[in-house]
């Protein structure tokens, strides 16, 4: 049971953050948005559900929907200062955006109700997973699997309908690092940046309330940069501009992730040591696909219209 | 607190941040990429002196030197092994690539020296304390290496076969290199100097507080900031941004807004004192970066770019 168990866990986490990196892929991948701040989705998601389901006692759905609309109004807000700058600056607004954001949750723990040990850097437990009286402990594993795939269907189907219709060809032609070819066609370049930011929010948070009911603990140490730069890593070495190539890169480097953890049974290493050495290879894996296969494992399908 | 040890503070502070921003700024200028390994190499440059400094016994000043020449050559190597074969991609692409190196540079620092503090085998000397302010000896060397450094680089760029070139290449490489500057060496050149800078703040910032891995990221946001506030490309408005950074920093947690909103006491609006939380402080930077980019898209000294 307890394999059983671990690939079911791999595949919630895979579902997970394959949402994420669909929402990176759109933004990057598609409209050549240097997101270095994805992470503040995940923990605003997280957190929305969180203030929604346990304070005020609200079901999983609006908690769900809460999740979605807060991220999403969140990526608008903080694109409006930046739609009209340079890629470098998208970079470093966003991952400061994503640290505020982290403070914010660190600093103020009445947001959560507060409490003794409650709120604040001692992060929030006892989220209610939907549905749990339903199930017995052994089977909810496999219920909370379908909701998050179905919900990374759901993500799946609309990215891809966003990215062929008409909508992800002129995206495509803000990232070819020419406003002016968009705006030559009459596109407000501005309006597109702030829908994308937009859209990649709502699925970023929707990923981060599906994290939330399944921990059912978040604290602001679960929303580091390093979450970032996971995605980052997962939309690159997958393929971006290809949202089969995300999904992809979700898995393999998921399970990279997961199945170094492992070692430390046959070598010895402490936990500190591994975890950095994870990180260098993921670091590594990056500049290596960078310098050597740019596009990734699947290429993205360039159409000639 | 006295005003003049909050201005004091301030001018420590931009020190530090001046010789980060400095660098990566001039990195931007040369190569056309935000460099996000830059604070990383002065992590590295501030273990280096720990090497050399506690492992093998030096004095500190001969090993923050040597620690400094030993990252610039090390940067030098990593732009051979990955950011020369990027020379003309896409701006974007080198800092995804940067970001790959950062992550890097720093799980290696940690997987070497681990994850709890350490510091340097430095003498502890006594604080000059007067009615007004105190300052250790070694916030005078940070003042004065930022100093020194900020007059060593102005001579360069303006008095140097060298820096003339810099700026050459910075204007437009096609004609620099059409002209015979080897564009290479002047690549080379720009990796050394920004980040033997570098490591000197990181040296600085590990001598004041302590050394840990993560100390590159911590001031990630301020140095970007201070680059950009100032015009990323431009050295002379990293100094600026920095400086500006360093006041706001240290003026934001010590100024009572409570006052400011009544005026001084002109109105009563509030009676409460206001002051900004210090957790609040990593914040302060990002608000004046935001506000500087809605004022000023291209920063306060920002170059003029045709898009």
Same mark, same amino acid.
């Given at each position: 049971?307890?394999?059983?168990?671990?690939?079911?866990?791999?595949?919630?986490?895979?579902?997970?953050?394959?949402?994420?990196?669909?929402?990176?892929?759109?933004?990057?991948?598609?409209?050549?948005?240097?997101?270095?701040?994805?992470?503040?989705?995940?923990?605003?998601?997280?957190?929305?559900?969180?203030?929604?389901?346990?304070?005020?006692?609200?079901?999983?759905?609006?908690?769900?929907?809460?999740? #979605?609309?807060?991220?999403?109004?969140?990526?608008?807000?903080?694109?409006?200062?930046?739609?009209?700058?340079?890629?470098?600056?998208?970079?470093?607004?966003?991952?400061?955006?994503?640290?505020?954001?982290?403070?914010?949750?660190?600093?103020?723990?009445?947001?959560?109700?507060?409490?003794?040990?409650?709120?604040?850097?001692?992060?929030?437990?006892?989220?209610?997973?939907?549905?749990?009286?339903?199930?017995?402990?052994?089977?909810?594993?496999?219920?909370?699997?379908?909701?998050?795939?179905?919900?990374?269907?759901?993500?799946?189907?609309?990215?891809?309908?966003?990215?062929?219709?008409?909508?992800?060809?002129?995206?495509?032609?803000?990232?070819?690092?020419?406003?002016?070819?968009?705006?030559?066609?009459?596109?407000?370049?501005?309006?597109?940046?702030?829908?994308?930011?937009?859209?990649?929010?709502?699925?970023?948070? #929707?990923?981060?309330?599906?994290?939330?009911?399944?921990?059912?603990?978040?604290?602001?140490?679960?929303?580091?940069?390093?979450?970032?730069?996971?995605?980052?890593?997962?939309?690159?070495?997958?393929?971006?501009?290809?949202?089969?190539?995300?999904?992809?890169?979700?898995?393999?480097?998921?399970?990279?992730?997961?199945?170094?953890?492992?070692?430390?049974?046959?070598?010895?290493?402490?936990?500190?040591?591994?975890?950095?050495?994870?990180?260098?290879?993921?670091?590594?894996?990056?500049?290596?696909? #960078?310098?050597?296969?740019?596009?990734?494992?699947?290429?993205?399908?360039k159409k000639i219209y | 607190m006295s005003v003049l040890q909050v201005i004091l503070n301030s001018i420590i502070r931009a020190s530090e941040l001046a010789l980060?921003?400095?660098?990566?700024?001039?990195?931007?200028?040369?190569?056309?990429?935000?460099?996000?390994?830059? /604070?990383?190499?002065?992590?590295?440059?501030?273990?280096?002196?720990?090497?050399?400094?506690?492992?093998?016994?030096?004095?500190?000043?001969?090993?923050?030197?040597?620690?400094?020449?030993?990252?610039?050559?090390?940067?030098?190597?990593?732009? +051979?092994?990955?950011?020369?074969?990027?020379?003309?991609?896409?701006?974007?692409?080198?800092?995804? /690539?940067?970001?790959?190196?950062?992550?890097?540079?720093?799980?290696?620092?940690?997987?070497?020296?681990?994850?709890?503090?350490?510091?340097?085998?430095?003498?502890?000397?006594?604080?000059?304390?007067?009615?007004?302010?105190?300052?250790?000896?070694?916030?005078?060397?940070?003042?004065?290496?930022?100093?020194?450094?900020?007059?060593?680089?102005?001579?360069?760029?303006?008095?140097?076969?060298?820096?003339?070139?810099?700026?050459?290449?910075?204007?437009?490489?096609?004609?620099?290199?059409?002209?015979?500057?080897?564009?290479?060496?002047?690549v080379t050149a720009v990796w050394f100097i920004a980040i033997s800078f570098a490591s000197l703040g990181g040296i600085l910032i590990g001598m004041e507080t302590?050394?840990?891995?993560?100390?590159?990221?911590?001031?990630?946001?301020?140095?970007?900031?201070?680059?950009?506030?100032?015009?990323?490309?431009?050295?002379?408005?990293?100094?600026?941004?920095?400086?500006?950074?360093?006041?706001?920093?240290?003026?934001?947690?010590?100024?009572?807004?409570?006052?400011?909103?009544?005026?001084?006491?002109?109105?009563?609006? /509030?009676? +409460?004192?206001?002051?900004?939380? /210090?957790?609040?402080?990593?914040?302060?930077?990002?608000?004046?970066?935001?506000?500087?980019?809605?004022? +000023?898209? +291209?920063?306060?000294?920002?170059?003029?770019?045709?898009?």
């Amino acid at each position: 049971m307890g394999f059983v168990n671990f690939l079911v866990y791999l595949a919630i986490m895979i579902g997970i953050f394959a949402i994420m990196s669909l929402s990176l892929n759109l933004q990057y991948g598609f409209t050549g948005l240097a997101n270095f701040g994805q992470v503040a989705f995940f923990c605003l998601g997280a957190y929305t559900t969180t203030i929604i389901t346990l304070t005020f006692g609200l079901p999983f759905i609006i908690g769900l929907i809460g999740a #979605m609309v807060v991220a999403g109004v969140f990526g608008y807000l903080i694109a409006i200062p930046t739609a009209n700058l340079k890629e470098d600056y998208w970079a470093i607004v966003t991952l400061a955006a994503a640290e505020i954001v982290r403070i914010f949750f660190l600093n103020e723990g009445w947001v959560v109700g507060g409490g003794p040990y409650r709120g604040g850097a001692f992060g929030v437990g006892d989220i209610p997973q939907p549905f749990k009286s339903h199930f017995s402990a052994q089977t909810y594993p496999f219920f909370y699997l379908g909701i998050v795939l179905v919900c990374l269907l759901i993500t799946y189907l609309i990215i891809n309908k966003i990215t062929d219709a008409p909508f992800g060809r002129v995206v495509k032609s803000i990232r070819e690092g020419n406003d002016h070819l968009a705006q030559a066609l009459g596109k407000d370049v501005r309006r597109f940046r702030l829908k994308v930011m937009a859209t990649g929010g709502v699925f970023g948070g #929707m990923a981060g309330c599906l994290w939330a009911h399944y921990y059912g603990f978040i604290s602001p140490s679960q929303f580091l940069p390093l979450v970032t730069f996971i995605v980052w890593a997962m939309v690159i070495v997958g393929g971006k501009g290809n949202n089969k190539g995300a999904i992809l890169g979700t898995i393999v480097i998921t399970l990279f992730y997961n199945s170094t953890r492992f070692l430390k049974d046959y070598i010895p290493i402490n936990e500190i040591t591994l975890a950095s050495l994870r990180m260098v290879a993921i670091g590594v894996l990056i500049v290596v696909v #960078m310098l050597f296969m740019n596009e990734g494992i699947l290429k993205e399908k360039k159409k000639i219209y | 607190m006295s005003v003049l040890q909050v201005i004091l503070n301030s001018i420590i502070r931009a020190s530090e941040l001046a010789l980060l921003s400095l660098g990566l700024t001039i990195v931007y200028d040369i190569l056309k990429f935000a460099n996000f390994a830059h /604070t990383e190499y002065a992590v590295v440059g501030a273990y280096f002196a720990f090497i050399l400094n506690v492992t093998l016994g030096l004095p500190i000043f001969f090993s923050a030197i040597l620690a400094a020449i030993a990252t610039g050559i090390f940067a030098i190597l990593i732009d +051979r092994v990955v950011f020369k074969k990027m020379r003309n991609a896409n701006g974007i692409i080198v800092m995804v /690539t940067s970001l790959g190196v950062a992550i890097a540079l720093r799980n290696t620092v940690r997987a070497i020296w681990g994850a709890s503090p350490k510091s340097y085998n430095v003498p502890l000397q006594a604080p000059i304390v007067t009615k007004y302010f105190r300052i250790t000896p070694l916030q005078i060397w940070i003042i004065a290496v930022g100093a020194a450094a900020m007059v060593a680089f102005y001579i360069l760029l303006h008095y140097t076969r060298l820096g003339k070139a810099m700026r050459a290449a910075s204007d437009n490489p096609d004609l620099a290199q059409a002209s015979g500057i080897a564009t290479e060496k002047i690549v080379t050149a720009v990796w050394f100097i920004a980040i033997s800078f570098a490591s000197l703040g990181g040296i600085l910032i590990g001598m004041e507080t302590y050394l840990l891995p993560y100390m590159g990221f911590a001031i990630i946001i301020p140095v970007f900031c201070a680059a950009i506030m100032g015009g990323l490309g431009n050295p002379y408005g990293a100094m600026l941004g920095a400086l500006v950074l360093g006041f706001a920093e240290n003026f934001g947690l010590y100024i009572n807004f409570g006052k400011l909103f009544n005026l001084g006491g002109l109105l009563h609006i /509030t009676h +409460r004192a206001l002051f900004i939380p /210090t957790g609040y402080k990593p914040a302060i930077s990002f608000v004046i970066l935001i506000v500087v980019l809605l004022l +000023r898209p +291209r920063g306060i000294l920002g170059k003029k770019e045709e898009r």
